[in-house]
């Protein structure tokens, strides 16, 4: 599933740390259906080391893939689905399809492909203080320094993402300077 058209994807929107619960509860109404919970890593700074944790990307959205012959089951299932006690709603476009389109079904679909987790990426920046993103689910994405914490060895990152801005910190460890 997740190629071409045979996968359909949609989101549901639920109470923010319900995500989890909603996505197990999905996939065991669907076992041959898949539901994640977007992450991202990041570091957390404990003394002198850099820990690795994954924290939510999105709390409060479940996204789900289904395959295009299991559709009919879930209409027919989404109403008693979609009023559980921690589903708030199927999000639907205003036309009332809730398949998701364009630039939102990229989005969901480079989420499947890394697993549900935005991992940590490797970042350069330049002069002007504009970075590229060189590694990880966001390679190749540019941004820029916001700031630069030089307790916390980070620096703060904004890029574009779907056109929404969006902050991100990166250790050190994790910047070079471009040539």
């Given amino acids: 599933m997740g190629e071409g058209n045979t996968a359909w994807r949609g989101c549901f929107f639920c109470k923010s740390g319900k995500e989890q619960d909603v996505a197990r509860q999905f996939e065991r109404a ?25 924290v939510t990307l999105l709390p409060g959205y479940v996204f ?8 009919r089951d879930l209409e027919t299932a989404l109403p ?41 990426s490797q970042a350069c920046f330049d002069v002007n203080k504009r970075i590229r993103i060189l590694g990880g689910f966001l390679k ?18 904004r890029v574009d993402l779907q056109g929404k801005k969006v902050s991100m910190r990166l250790g050190y460890e994790m910047v070079s ?3």
């Fill in 64 to 71: 789900f893939e289904l395959a295009a012959e299991r559709v």
């Fill in 140 to 157: 190749d994405y540019e941004g820029s320094i916001v700031r630069v914490n030089r307790k916390a060895r980070t620096v703060e990152v």
């Fill in 30 to 54: 669907f076992p041959d259906g898949k539901a994640l919970v977007p992450t991202r890593s990041r570091y957390r700074r404990v003394r002198d080391t850099a820990i690795e944790e994954r």
């Fill in 80 to 120: 008693a689905f979609s009023h559980t006690d921690s589903v708030l709603k199927l999000l639907r476009y205003t036309d009332g399809g809730w398949r998701l389109r364009d630039y939102d079904d990229r989005f969901a679909r480079l989420l499947f492909e890394a697993g549900g987790n935005i991992g940590i």
């Fill in 177 to 179: 300077a471009v040539e």
